[in-house]
């Protein structure tokens, strides 16, 4: 076989960060990276291990890429991140088609597990999961427009049904001038919208620097001047400084699209989730949020069937949903976590919490529905994405949109160039897109 290697990363943005710096050690090293699966040495699988569905998700692309193994198509399977983090045993035992595991603190060990593999000797590597980052470049695997900055790995809250610090190590920082620097690297090779992610990214530099220093890394990357758009995911509620919001908004470049997990706003739920904050809390914090930043998109996740979850708590997190009318929420029903204190507590039957999460899903459905009909006759920056022949329109993002997680702005024009912006006049809702026509002298 060629000396090809191929990587598919399942997951979250800051799992696809580290799976492109695994494809810049590759490249580093000689290899050539192919998005094909036939005539391979090497396919890396970087998985997620946070709940079933993520679980699933793995080991169904572990069998699938077995099944080619099994062909002739691939030489070795190695399976890198949160799974093999946490099932290091059982993937090696009960899946002979997996040649090699690494672990979240072994990344960095890419190149040389690769050639034990291809010399045919086992690779089982689990470093320091709690080690500080590692300086390494990437291959982008985004359109080459956007980009995430991860700003910082593993995670100090310890909510009492999750797994990642396990998986991910403590919280760490990276250096304010080591963000800077990637930051700028990306935005001379056009990366016009940059993502700022981490698990908690409002912590950021408290552990390096003894407070939090988000806002002063916002107002830096704001100065890079081929940067468009700055988005923010994961701000956790109890860490949003008035100064973190007034940076939010006050600063042009920073969409105001707030990530923020809730989970649930019972006092009771949340105190045996360990968060750390009240229903109360959560409630002032939306409201000094939207005086600050009237446009603002609010986006939170919400778990249902949590330990202590009975139809009156359900019914409170219903009320404060409609009340607040966050713009975008993902509901997801519980899945106890072996390992985490909430799989020891009593909670309802599964059937039930799948039933709730469909119910929120479906009173989030009308309040989106309802938002989206209130943007028909405004005019949003859109930026464009692709072009659907079939439905003969551009497409793109707006503000209020993330990548590969909320809908689309669908849009016509005499012709559009993928990665630029353009104003759009919205025209009318289809499904849980906006439709428009972008104005002609709109490209910047």
């Known amino acids: 076989m060629s000396n090809r290697i191929a990587v598919i990363s399942l997951g979250c943005a ?8 695994m494809l810049y050690l590759l490249r580093e090293a000689g290899y050539e990276i192919t998005a094909e699966l036939t005539d391979v040495q090497v396919v890396i699988i970087n998985t997620c291990g946070f709940i079933d569905s993520a679980k699933s998700e793995a080991i169904d692309n572990i069998l699938a890429m077995g099944a080619l193994k099994k062909a002739g198509h691939i030489e ?20 002979p088609e997996v040649d090699g595991v690494l672990g979240t603190g072994s990344y960095g060990e890419i190149v040389s597990a690769v050639e034990s593999l291809l010399s045919d000797r086992a690779v089982c590597s ?15 695997t985004t359109p080459k427009h956007y980009a995430y900055l991860k700003i910082a790995e593993g995670c100090d809250n ?18 304010m001038e080591d963000c800077l620097h990637e930051a700028r690297l990306l935005a001379q090779d056009g990366v016009k919208e940059l993502i700022v992610v981490a698990q908690d990214t409002s912590r950021y530099g408290i552990d390096l620097y003894g407070e939090r220093r988000l806002p002063q890394l916002l107002r830096e990357l704001c100065k890079i001047e081929k940067l468009h758009w700055i988005r923010v995911h994961y701000l956790y509620p109890d860490e949003m400084s008035d100064e973190l919001i007034e940076v939010i908004a006050g600063e042009p470049k920073i969409v105001n699209y707030l990530d923020i997990p809730i989970q649930h706003v019972n006092d009771t ?31 939170t996740s919400l778990i249902t069937g949590l330990p202590g979850e009975g139809e009156a708590e359900f019914a409170e997190l219903c009320r404060w949903l409609r009340e607040h009318r966050l713009e975008r929420v993902g509901a997801f029903s519980f899945s106890p976590e072996e390992g985490t204190p909430a799989a020891r507590m009593q909670y309802p039957d599964e059937q039930i919490a799948v039933r709730r999460a469909e119910i929120l899903g479906d009173l989030q459905a009308e309040i989106m529905d309802a938002h989206n009909a209130s943007l028909v006759g405004k005019t949003l920056e859109v930026l464009c994405e692709g072009y659907d022949a079939q439905a003969q329109r551009y497409f793109g993002r707006s503000f209020a949109d993330s990548p590969d997680i909320d809908g689309r702005v669908c849009f016509t024009a005499k012709a559009a160039s993928i990665g630029e912006f353009y104003w759009v006049d919205i025209t009318g809702v289809y499904d849980a897109d906006l439709l428009g026509i972008a104005r002609e002298d709109a490209e910047r």
Do not use: W
């Open 14 to 21: 800051k799992n696809q960060v580290n799976a492109e710096q």
């Open 76 to 95: 070795k399977i190695l399976v890198t991140g949160c799974l093999s983090q946490r099932y290091r045993e059982e993937i090696l035992k009960e899946m």
């Open 126 to 140: 689990f470093g320091n999961i709690h080690a500080p980052v590692d300086e390494v470049g990437r291959i982008l």
């Open 158 to 175: 310890h909510c009492a049904y999750c797994v990642i610090p396990s998986l991910r190590g403590k919280f760490r920082s990276r250096t």
């Open 269 to 299: 739920i949340l105190k045996r989730m360990n968060r750390r904050t009240t229903k109360a809390e959560l409630s002032a914090l939306i409201a000094k949020l939207r005086a600050a930043m009237p446009d603002a998109v609010i986006r």
